[in-house]
């Protein structure tokens, strides 16, 4: 059963573009939502994070949107640059409670 | 991370081999977690544990056993090794009394069974 539901798997996006990431979660229990970002050969570390008290969070380029009740959440990264490319990871947990439940992955290109 | 290590960083081995995987950290994190990352897939929990006294099964145990030797060290142990064990594997850590619940990453182990 896979609680968190990440689209689309794979994404190329021209340099300066917007890229956008999908993430769709079950369990209302839920609430800690936060991305990692894993370049080759490296561990996935956080990126950006939010609780669903705010619909938006925003970090330099990047963005986080939350809608609790689609139970879904979005990363988007503006004016996306090749060193952007990585694979992106949405992950969602109960405060305090530890265990992540990661979605399936979408590995970012950005074309010069 | 340089504060979480894993050693091997790769390792082929072959059909039925007892493996076992390290993991060391010297943050000073009291939660410890191993993870699978299949393409696809994206990263699966085998096990964690809450303290040196805990240990728990993630979604995908089977065929995986661990130990908590002290606070820095969590190892995962392949009994018998087999093909579909073939994964990238992940240590984490995090630390509770935080307000956040980051989880920082090892570099990985490459593991390839024949």
């Known amino acids: 059963q896979q609680q968190v539901k990440q689209s689309p798997q794979s994404l190329i996006v021209q340099k300066g573009g917007i890229s956008i990431i999908n993430c769709a979660y079950e369990n209302t229990a839920f609430d800690y939502f936060p991305w990692y970002q894993q370049f080759p050969g490296k561990g996935p570390a956080l990126l950006i994070a939010?609780?669903?008290?705010?619909s938006e969070k925003k970090e330099g380029r990047f963005t986080i949107s939350f809608n609790k009740s689609a139970k879904q959440f979005s990363l988007h990264i503006m004016d996306s640059q090749p060193g952007d490319s990585a694979t992106y990871f949405c992950a969602a947990s109960m405060t305090r409670g530890g265990k992540l439940i990661f979605g399936q992955g979408t590995e970012l290109s950005v074309k010069p | 991370d340089a504060d979480v290590t894993q050693t091997p960083r790769n390792r082929i081995t072959k059909t039925g081999k007892r493996i076992m995987l390290e993991c060391s950290q010297t943050?000073?994190?009291?939660?410890m977690y191993w993870y699978r990352q299949d393409p696809g897939l994206g990263l699966r929990l085998i096990y964690y544990s809450f303290d040196v006294k805990d240990i728990n099964k993630g979604e995908i145990s089977d065929g995986y056993s661990v130990s908590r030797q002290a606070q820095a060290k969590f190892s995962l142990s392949l009994e018998s090794a087999i093909p579909n064990q073939t994964a990238l594997y992940f240590c984490?850590?995090?630390?509770?009394?935080?307000?956040?619940?980051?989880?920082?990453f090892g570099p990985g182990t490459r593991l390839t069974v024949l």
């Open positions: 984490a850590t995090s630390d509770p009394d935080r307000r956040t619940d980051t989880q920082y």
């Open positions: 939010i609780r669903p008290d705010v």
């Open positions: 943050k000073g994190h009291d939660r």
